[in-house]
T-cell receptor
Framework: EDQVTQSPEALRLQEGESSSLNCSYT??????LFWYRQDPGKGPEFLFT???AGEEKEKERLKATLTKKESFLHITAPKPEDSATYLC??????????????FGKGTKLSVIP | NAGVTQTPKFQVLKTGQSMTLQCAQD?????MSWYRQDPGMGLRLIHY???????DQGEVPNGYNVSRSTTEDFPLRLLSAAPSQTSVYFC????????????????FGQGTRLTVV
């Protein structure tokens, strides 16, 4: 069974204080690892896709990296507007020719001015 | 492009009532799916479809039906609503999926907040 575990569950940072969020996964035949941002009352918003170990993607203050067992979302000099819940998800093979997207429970990030 | 559109945004049902949550996408995506999101549980897959006429069950399918008669639409039906189905429901679509390499990122609608009393 595919599993995605995110840590920490919640993270409070001072504005400008850099940190990393972790996503560890076990999946049969990884077909992509995704990071999403979710604001309260909204649907998840796509941030990054990573397909193979060693791959990195950047967008503004965010940088996502991937190893064979985990992914990190690095946040450099965060601002209050970066406050949100960050979700990690993986495509994995669920048997009988079927693939499913499995999500972690998310990390709730709060950036304090 | 509107992306993924869900209706309604909010709904209150009485126990035993039935209803259909609507989902439409205008990106010509083959893969569509429904999730429910509950506090502390994360997003859980209810049903999904890899194309018109093809649907399959996800992690939590009981009490829900789906059909996919067109590429654009993927409605979710609650057959007889129960308080346990109180949740936020999200529809998502992607150009391709786990068996097909890249362009597999899923795009989500804004959600339907359902309360069953």
């Amino acid at each position: 069974e595919d599993q995605v575990t995110q840590s920490p569950e919640a993270l409070r940072l001072q504005e400008g204080e850099s940190s990393s969020l972790n996503c560890s996964y076990t999946v049969s035949g990884l077909r992509g690892l995704f990071w999403y941002r979710q604001d309260p009352g909204k649907g998840p918003e796509f941030l990054f896709t990573l397909y193979s170990a060693g791959e990195e993607k950047e967008k503004e203050r965010l940088k996502a990296t991937l190893t064979k067992k985990e992914s990190f979302l690095h946040i450099t000099a965060p601002k209050p507007e970066d406050s949100a819940t960050y979700l990690c998800a993986v495509w994995g093979y669920s048997g009988a020719g079927s693939y499913q997207l499995t999500f972690g429970k998310g990390t709730k990030l709060s950036v304090i001015p | 492009n509107a992306g993924v559109t869900q209706t309604p945004k909010f709904q209150v049902l009485k126990t035993g009532q039935s209803m259909t949550l609507q989902c439409a996408q205008d990106m010509n995506h083959e893969y569509m799916s429904w999730y429910r999101q509950d506090p502390g549980m994360g997003l859980r897959l209810i049903h999904y479809s890899v194309g018109a006429g093809i649907t399959d069950q996800g992690e939590v399918p009981n009490g829900y039906n789906v059909s996919r008669s067109t590429t654009e639409d993927f409605p979710l039906r609650l057959l007889s609503a129960a308080p346990s189905q109180t949740s936020v429901y999200f529809c998502a679509s992607s150009y391709s999926w786990g068996s097909q390499g890249e362009n597999t990122e899923a795009f989500f609608g804004q959600g339907t907040r359902l309360t069953v009393v």
